[in-house]
């Protein structure tokens, strides 16, 4: 199953090359650019599914807007429940075996540095458990993190990117 891994590099095309996920093609014409790019078809499957997973989980979920922008109205019928103040997340055991001890330690970072609010951790969550490969490794973890900032057109901390998209085994100490 090469797709797995090969599955994370189109992802990666896609945040590249496309800003805000609302703003990209759709996916078949899309499907037609990752498959121009190089990308065989199982893969590109995978990551078309995996793309509209997360736009399912994306659904009612509405993030702060910039600065200077009102805020979008919630979808019809759909509650917003955010997280209280002091609220603390369990993860069940599925969620631990899937995102390892180091995941979670990440989502928690990101989360009280102010980077990732209660609702975009869930989806997250949601998409690292439609993951095709257990346990998930940190690096593939972070891809998923971007690629839910990108669903939203939200833009992370210089910092935050900067973590996300560090190689720690490259990392010189000074």
């Known amino acids: 199953m090469r797709y797995i891994c090969r599955m994370y590099e189109v992802l990666v095309f896609v945040y590249e090359h496309y800003v805000g996920g609302g703003s990209g093609p759709d996916r078949e014409r899309l499907g037609r650019r990752l498959h121009s790019a190089g990308f065989e078809r199982g893969e ?3 990551a078309l599914s995996w793309l509209a997973g ?3 989980a994306a659904q009612g979920i509405h993030v702060a807007p ?3 922008q009102a805020p979008a109205e919630p979808a019809a019928g759909i509650p917003a429940w ?6 603390q997340r369990i993860y069940t055991p599925e969620e631990q075996e899937q995102l390892g001890a180091e995941g979670i330690a990440c989502l928690l970072f ?4 102010g980077a990732l609010s ?3 951790r869930e989806v997250v969550i949601d998409r690292a458990l439609a993951a095709p490969e ?3 490794s940190l690096d593939d973890l972070k891809i998923i993190i971007m690629m839910v900032y990108w669903r939203f057109d939200a833009d992370p901390d210089v910092l935050v990117l900067d973590e996300l998209c560090d190689d720690v085994e490259r990392r010189v100490a000074h």
């Open 44 to 46: 590109i499957q995978q």
């Open 54 to 56: 997360l736009d399912s």
């Open 66 to 68: 910039p600065a200077g």
């Open 82 to 87: 955010p997280a209280r103040p002091g609220s």
């Open 110 to 113: 990101l989360e009280n540095a």
């Open 118 to 120: 209660a609702e975009l």
């Open 134 to 136: 257990s346990p998930l």
